[in-house]
Nanobody, 125 residues
């Protein structure tokens, strides 16, 4: 599975961005997809994930109500709609995929086998 993430940029606090993660090499409708982020000097952290059939959505607490993960199986693409952005959301955002990760562990970045290249999101105050 090859993943290509895009959509990052510079935005003011309170603004919105939509990240996209296009997959190739395999259809995503049976793959767990996740978004993670890493700020300078910090560990990579879970942001959101979507289950194989799109029925299970998970978010880290700090983004609940502001971010939405979704998938378009026809386009083989996963999205992360980010709203009410805060300076603390600034990071490089990565999409990830895994074929057999369990739903109870989909927030653990170490278990994902496939990664996109990352896209920078910078939120100014």
């Amino acid at each position: 599975v090859q993943l290509q993430a895009c959509g990052g940029g510079l935005v003011q606090a309170g603004g919105s961005l939509r990240l996209s993660c296009a997959a190739s090499g395999r259809t995503i409708n049976r793959i767990v997809m996740g978004w993670f982020r890493q700020a300078p000097g910090k560990e990579r952290e879970f942001v959101a994930s979507i289950g194989r059939s799109g029925g299970r959505l998970s978010y880290r607490d700090s983004v609940k109500g502001r971010f939405t993960i979704s998938r378009d199986n026809d386009k083989n693409t996963v999205y992360l709609q980010m709203g009410s952005l805060k300076p603390e959301d600034t990071a490089v955002y990565y999409c990830a995929a895994d074929l057999d990760i369990s739903s109870t562990r989909d927030s653990d970045w170490r278990l994902y086998d496939y990664w996109g290249q990352g896209t920078q999101v910078t939120v100014s105050s």
